[in-house]
């Protein structure tokens, strides 16, 4: 089974300041997916970024970038010029290469994004 | 276009009732899934729909909980007999690759 870890429950930046989300995960797949997703108040899981492991460049989505490190296990979340409309919960998301399967979600962290 | 729509946006029960939640996927997404998100226990995967294959139920909690989708598309999770621990956010995702899925607002359920 896979498991998934934020270990950062909360967080907060001032806006226009950058900040990162750690995850880590434990898998002995070696073809998968990682995502994060941001879930504001308003409940809408909306999808930030994805990366497939067999790429080794980092995915990057305007703002956001992530660093992946394959070896380690390691997804983190890179978000540059915070902005306000950043503040949100963060879910990162581990799902196997093959199709069809379910996505399993770290714990979340909430970040803060003050003006 | 629409994305996942989800129905009712919130819901109160009594404990023991039975509940319906409904899911519209988005237009020729053919796989579709299932999360609840509670506060103990964070998001956890229920059950997976493929085409007319037969849905993947490994995470359905106990046998008051099934789901049905009627021609490949909308999607209705029941739960018989609800329980107060049933009480979280139902999460419903829609997928046209199978790779990456796209979710619905939610139905928070409130059991009394």
């Known amino acids: 089974a896979q498991t998934v870890t934020q270990s950062q429950p909360e967080m907060s930046v001032q806006e226009a300041e950058t900040v990162t989300l750690s995850c880590t995960y434990d898998?002995?797949?070696?073809?998968?997916?990682l995502f994060w997703y941001k879930q504001p108040p308003s409940r809408q899981m909306i999808l930030v970024i994805r990366q497939e492991a067999y790429k080794q460049q980092n995915a990057t989505e305007n703002r956001f970038s992530v660093n992946f490190q394959k070896a380690a296990k390691s997804f983190s979340l890179k978000i540059s010029d915070s902005q306000l409309g950043d503040t949100a919960m963060y879910f990162c998301?581990?799902?196997?290469?093959?199709?069809?399967?379910?996505?399993?979600f770290g714990g979340g962290t909430r970040l803060m994004v003050k003006p | 276009g629409a994305g996942v729509s989800q129905s009712p946006s919130n819901k109160v029960t009594e404990k023991g009732k039975d509940v319906e939640l409904r899911c519209d996927p988005i237009s020729g997404h053919t796989a579709l899934y299932w999360y609840r998100q509670s506060l103990g226990q964070g998001l956890e995967f229920l059950i997976y729909f493929q085409g007319n294959s037969a849905p993947d139920k490994s995470g359905l909690p106990s046998d008051r909980f099934s789901a049905e989708r009627t021609g490949g598309s909308v999607s209705t999770l029941t739960i018989q007999r609800t329980q107060q621990e049933d009480s979280a956010v139902y999460l419903c995702?829609?997928?046209?690759?199978?790779?990456?899925?796209?979710f619905g607002p939610g139905t928070r359920l409130l059991v009394l």
């Open positions: 998301a581990f799902m196997k290469h093959n199709a069809g399967n379910m996505l399993t």
């Open positions: 995702a829609s997928s046209f690759d199978q790779e990456t899925q796209y």
């Open positions: 898998t002995s797949e070696s073809n998968y997916y």
